[in-house]
């Protein structure tokens, strides 16, 4: 049998036989509330076995599958669509009085007043809150496990992470539609309930052990009450036990709630789970069906329609265009999906390169367009995939994948957000054109010229013509957000430089991309720039290596990075590829085979707490690190190494 008991409560009952006998008409609507009280919140969910995620479930699956289930049988039809909206706001550290202890015994000074000061709250409990403090619930015992046990725990200061008030709203398919809240924020602890039908409604209030039918254009009002349970859960768990034995003693089934049910139940609470995290509605059958096995694969030829339409529902609707290198069917062997019946359900992408620093050149995958279905999300699918498109990096010998975003995705897959950068404003009243320099938009028929510049920098991307003409057509497509430029400067009608540029539709800023020639004719045309595209602003991030910084200085600006995440794949076969830039700085080396990354440099050891730190030695930003190790003067002139702003035409 399962152990829905609220199923077999006399109230509850009571309401589906007054459904069943159609008093109240077509059922419409029903408001139902769990109040789950202000003590029990504290006890159960903040202090108690349910308060984490990871170590239970969420709130809504550990508290409320009960009443997910009610609202289940008594609407008598499959759940449609359920949106959920909550959080965790009231036990937390931030809510928390003022130097108050982690613990309640180690001299709170709020204890005289605090509603949730524990030997207040636990000498006095009922047996059934005693007893996960202490087997021994005498004062003594108690007293002694409240001082270092969970229970004894300052309601604000501990690892709880459920929320404290939740709403959910289901449709149903057959229209009826669920308001559902669960609360900390009461005194008592029931549960209330009101049915609207059409030809009438009922109202609950479980605690009290009182319904009332309400039919519309007749009176009096039938009011039932009912003798207060002796068993929990309103008398629940006395009706299942009566109906277990009976079907031992005579075999009659009676059980009130299928397997299917309860699954049902469970899913539903999944599911608003999923829309609380994700701020969306989730339509609850394609959610039921996203849980079917998915395939991961890289992609399939007829799949690429798919993935490109799913590119483009996450993101724009000129993903391909933007995007031609990493999202052409060319580099299909590079895509990496979870598909579910015929259709792209999520996507990991990369495109190869190689970055020229000095006279080193490191292979890199650019990852980009990683995307996946709001009802598949928060299930480790890009992850996967991730793992999949690093174990195709390796197989190219690409040592370095960069990614175009930051959070916990990149971060749990080993990735860093990292970069030297400096970032100069210049603004439009405080700049003066240079009338010695003219700027011209790029044509076709400035491509030679354009590659002659591009040619001689010393750090960039290598481009094939190919691979340069499509990324300057790619990255100039009216986008949706902005429009992208690529500008030419001038002196004395010659090309001696080229500005690429991100003009944002409704901001009044100007973001820097690329640059390529002569730093002073860039620095001299940036104000011509600004006024030539109309704006207020322009922003300028730099490579701190970059020449280009010596003409800035005079310009506010601030220390950032590459707004991108960062993963050595092969740190071996990077550092080798480092070598002839390494050269002339020292002898460098690394160690992986020690309890902590190292970097030997010309015999000194640098001891890295993890690849995180790695990381942002060799990329940057990393003066906090250089002092924690004592180490700036050895490695300041070696780390970081000069890169490329990531966030230019190569952008994937």
Same mark, same amino acid.
């Not at 490109?308 to 996450?314: A, K, M, V």
């Not at 990496?336 to 080193?360: C, E, G, H, W």
């Given at each position: 049998m399962i152990g829905h008991v609220l199923r077999y409560t006399p109230f509850f009952a009571q309401i589906k036989q007054w459904l069943d006998d159609d008093k109240i008409g077509r059922l419409m609507s029903i408001q139902h509330n769990e109040n789950v009280a202000y003590w029990h919140q504290a006890h159960s969910y903040v202090r108690g076995n349910w308060r984490n995620k990871a170590q239970s479930s969420p709130m809504i699956l550990a508290k409320s599958c009960h009443d997910l289930d009610l609202m289940l049988w008594l609407v008598n039809s499959k759940a449609k669509k359920v949106a959920s909206f909550g959080e965790l706001s009231h036990f937390k550290t931030s809510e928390s009085p003022k130097n108050t202890p982690k613990y309640c015994l180690d001299g709170c000074h709020e204890a005289a007043t605090c509603l949730y000061y524990a030997p207040k709250v636990y000498l006095n409990a009922p047996i059934w809150m005693k007893l996960p403090v202490s087997n021994d619930m005498s004062d003594e015992s108690l007293l002694k496990a409240l001082k270092q046990?969970?229970?004894?725990?300052?309601?604000?200061?501990?690892?709880?992470?459920?929320v404290d008030h939740q709403v959910t709203i289901v449709e149903f398919e057959n229209d009826v539609t669920v308001a559902f809240t669960m609360t900390a924020f009461t005194k008592e602890n029931t549960r209330t309930i009101k049915l609207m039908g059409t030809k009438g409604e009922i109202r609950g209030h479980l605690e009290k052990n009182e319904l009332e039918l309400i039919r519309f254009g007749e009176s009096p009002v039938e009011t039932k009450t009912f003798i207060p349970a002796e068993s929990g859960h309103g008398g629940g768990d006395l009706g299942i036990m009566q109906d277990f034995v009976k079907l031992i003693d005579s075999d009659?089934?009676?059980?009130?709630?299928?397997?299917? /049910?309860?699954? *049902?139940?469970?899913?539903?609470?999944?599911?608003? %789970?999923?829309?609380?995290?994700?701020?969306?509605?989730? *339509?609850?059958?394609?959610?039921?069906?996203?849980?079917?096995?998915?395939?991961?694969?890289?992609?399939?030829? *007829?799949?690429? /329609?798919?993935? +490109?339409?799913?590119?483009?529902?996450?993101? !724009?609707?000129? =993903?391909? %265009?933007? $995007?031609?290198?990493?999202?052409?069917?060319? !580099?299909?062997?590079?895509?990496?999906?979870?598909?579910?019946?015929?259709?792209?359900?999520? =996507?990991? !992408?990369?495109?190869?390169?190689? +970055?020229?620093? *000095?006279?080193?050149?490191?292979?890199?995958?650019?990852?980009?367009?990683?995307?996946?279905?709001?009802? $598949?999300?928060?299930?480790?699918?890009?992850?996967?995939?991730?793992i999949m498109a690093e174990a195709k990096m390796t197989q190219e010998k690409i040592s370095l994948a960069i990614i175009s975003g930051e959070g916990h995705l990149y971060k749990h897959f080993g990735a860093t957000r990292v970069g030297n950068v400096i970032g100069y404003r210049l603004d439009l009243d405080n700049t003066t054109p240079d009338n010695e320099y003219e700027l011209h938009t790029y044509e076709d028929k400035n491509f030679e010229t354009l590659k002659k510049i591009y040619k001689q920098e010393e750090i960039k991307y290598l481009r094939s013509d190919d691979e340069f003409k499509a990324l300057i057509k790619g990255q100039t497509y009216p986008g949706t957000i902005a429009l992208c430029h690529l500008e030419l400067v001038q002196k004395n009608k010659e090309i001696i430089a080229y500005i690429f540029v991100k003009k944002p539709y409704n901001s009044e800023e100007l973001l820097i991309r690329e640059v390529g020639g002569n730093r002073e004719a860039i620095c001299k045309a940036l104000p011509a720039l600004i006024r030539k595209h109309k704006r207020s602003y322009c922003l300028v991030p730099l490579d701190c290596h970059d020449p280009l910084n010596q003409f800035l200085k005079g310009f506010p600006s601030q220390e950032t990075d590459q707004h991108a995440s960062f993963k050595v794949i092969d740190w071996f076969g990077f550092f080798a590829d480092l070598a002839p830039y390494f050269k002339p700085l020292g002898k460098i080396s690394l160690f992986l085979d020690k309890a902590h990354p190292t970097v030997s440099v010309n015999g000194s050891l640098c001891e890295l707490a993890d690849f995180h730190e790695l990381h942002k030695l060799v990329f940057g930003p990393n003066k906090e690190l250089l002092d924690k190790l004592g180490m700036t003067s050895l490695l300041k002139d070696i780390f970081p190494i000069p890169f490329v702003w990531t966030n230019n035409l190569n952008y994937q």
């Open positions: 046990g969970p229970y004894g725990r300052c309601v604000y200061h501990c690892d709880n992470d459920v009659a089934l009676l059980e009130k709630a299928s397997f299917a /049910d309860s699954v *049902d139940s469970h899913l539903l609470a999944f599911a608003a %789970e999923l829309s609380r995290n994700t701020a969306q509605v989730v *339509d609850f059958t394609q959610y039921v069906e996203s849980l079917k096995n998915l395939s991961y694969h890289q992609l399939q030829s *007829d799949e690429h /329609d798919s993935a +490109i339409r799913l590119c483009q529902t996450i993101f !724009n609707e000129n =993903m391909l %265009e933007e $995007f031609p290198l990493l999202l052409g069917i060319s !580099n299909q062997e590079r895509m990496f999906v979870a598909s579910l019946a015929q259709s792209v359900r999520s =996507m990991v !992408n990369y495109y190869p390169s190689t +970055i020229k620093i *000095d006279k080193s050149h490191i292979l890199v995958g650019s990852i980009g367009s990683v995307c996946t279905e709001p009802v $598949f999300r928060n299930r480790n699918i890009a992850t996967k995939l991730l």
